[in-house]
């Protein structure tokens, strides 16, 4: 079965920094795009980030570009986001997606909270 985990998240200050991570299992992980997005209460889901697979490419978001970071490790199976320069506005549910076929799935999702 294809599962996605992530975590990583918690509680930071403005200003922090966070490394979230997805561990992907049940498909062939190098061959998948891999993307990022956050939900916040009362908004919609929205993009934060993606990498693909061969040249390991990525893009982001305007909200985030500079300060996070996707990237893969596929011998571990893993996506990571490196989330620098935390601002309130980053608070949300992050969650890690992928697709196999024509299913896309997602993870149960980590919460990041930037508060002072």
């Known amino acids: 079965q294809v599962q996605l985990v992530e975590s990583g998240g918690g509680l930071v200050q403005p200003g922090g920094s966070l490394r979230l991570s997805c561990v992907a299992s049940?498909?062939?992980?190098?061959?998948?795009?891999m993307t990022w997005y956050r939900q916040a209460p009362g908004k919609e889901r929205e993009f934060v980030a993606t990498?693909?697979?061969?040249?390991?490419?990525?893009t982001y978001a305007d909200s985030v570009k500079g300060r996070f970071t996707i990237s893969r490790d596929n011998a571990k199976n893993t996506v990571y986001l490196q989330m620098n320069n935390l601002k309130p506005e980053d608070t949300a549910m992050y969650y890690c997606?992928?697709?196999?076929?024509?299913?896309?799935?997602w993870g149960q999702g980590t919460q990041v909270t930037v508060s002072s």
């Open positions: 990498i693909i697979s061969n040249s390991m490419r990525t």
């Open positions: 049940g498909f062939t992980f190098s061959t998948k795009p």
């Open positions: 997606r992928t697709n196999v076929g024509l299913i896309n799935y």
